[in-house]
């Protein structure tokens, strides 16, 4: 069994690379729940849907979320009555979230309706929410204003000066059923290639989360999504100098030198090797730039063999 701790599209890459190397009914993606927003009354889960839309296959990659052969049919008719567009929600993807919104407001908990969703387009992987209570990312700016994550990262695109983040709702948030077994039971945990501050961190908010992931520290890799200082994808790389972190491979490892035993490096970070393994972990150095899905296949091949 695998436990991957997932945010959005670097972990859904590294994750559709999985299931062709190990079979997917002997992996559970614990996912980021924070960048959750409700808009026009419905409860949109980004991180969810991007790890269920990629192992479905069904991931719009020319826009980055969503579903794909996607039209705006709805978005065009709401912009021409004057309702809020900014947030662009495709007439498929509408749909993940008619459907989750309704099974939420009848009561059922995130992560059965996230299950459903899972099985209903195929999904053999065990997709869960870290939790099924709302835990929300909160930036607040250098100006001091405070802005919900969305408004942050779409409305401002990450044009902000970041003073501190914020995960609203953490410490009263329960491990969605299933958590904390399948970090506790799992032959290898994955931390995958996401922001370390606002994917992976939310994840780790969630009290009985991180206490289960340094247990099984030496079971446990990260893959580095920092690569010669860059994000590949998102914020990552203003955030954490922004958060006194180093914007590095060696930043990430030791972002998280008390949760894994291993770091997963890019081959172009090889130089960090030694200042790494310093840090008394493990350093895996290979290509972790999942450009096509073979990359993918083979970092997660390595990932899983450990
Ligand atoms: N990102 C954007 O940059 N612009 C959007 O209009 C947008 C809409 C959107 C709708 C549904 C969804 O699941 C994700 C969406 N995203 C959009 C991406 C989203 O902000 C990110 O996926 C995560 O929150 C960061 O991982």
Redesign the pocket.
């Known amino acids: 069994v695998l436990t991957v701790l997932c ?3 670097g972990a859904a890459r590294l994750l559709a690379g999985l299931v062709d190397v190990v079979d997917p009914g002997s992996i559970t993606a614990v996912v980021n729940v924070a ?1 959750d927003t409700v808009l026009h009354g419905l409860h ?1 889960s ?2 969810l ?2 790890v269920t839309y990629t192992l479905a296959g069904v991931h719009n990659d020319a826009t ?3 579903v794909a052969d996607e039209s705006w049919r709805v978005m065009d008719e709401l912009e021409a009555l004057g309702g809020p567009t ?4 495709g007439d498929r ?1 509408l749909a993940t979230h008619l459907y989750r919104t309704g099974r939420l407001a009848a009561g059922a908990p995130l992560s059965a309706v996230t299950a459903e969703l899972a099985a209903a387009r195929g999904v053999a992987v065990t997709v869960v929410p870290v939790s099924d209570d709302p835990v929300r990312t909160v930036v607040v700016a250098a100006t001091g204003e405070h802005l919900a ?2 408004e942050y ?2 409305a401002r695109r990450c044009d902000v000066e970041v003073a501190a983040l914020h995960f609203d709702g953490a410490d009263a948030a329960r491990p969605a059923p299933g958590v904390i077994e399948a970090i506790d039971d799992a032959a290898r945990v994955i931390v995958a290639p996401s922001n370390p501050l606002v ?1 992976i961190d939310p994840i780790l908010a969630v009290p009985g989360v991180r206490e289960a992931v340094a247990r099984r520290r030496d079971a446990v890799a990260a893959v580095s999504p920092i690569v010669a200082g860059a994000a590949l994808t ?1 914020p990552a790389a203003r955030l954490l100098p922004d958060l006194g972190h180093d914007p590095s491979a060696l930043g990430v490892a030791r972002h998280y030198q008390g949760l894994a035993g291993t770091i997963v490096i890019d081959a172009q970070d090889a130089p960090l090797r030694d200042a790494v393994e310093a840090l008394g972990m493990r350093c895996v150095v290979t290509d972790t730039v999942m450009a096509d899905r073979d990359r993918a296949a083979r970092l997660a091949k390595v990932v899983a063999d450990g």
């Open positions: 945010g959005g599209v960048d949109v980004p991180d849907d991007t980055g979320w969503g900014w947030f662009r929600l993807d994550f969305q990262f779409v994917s998102g």
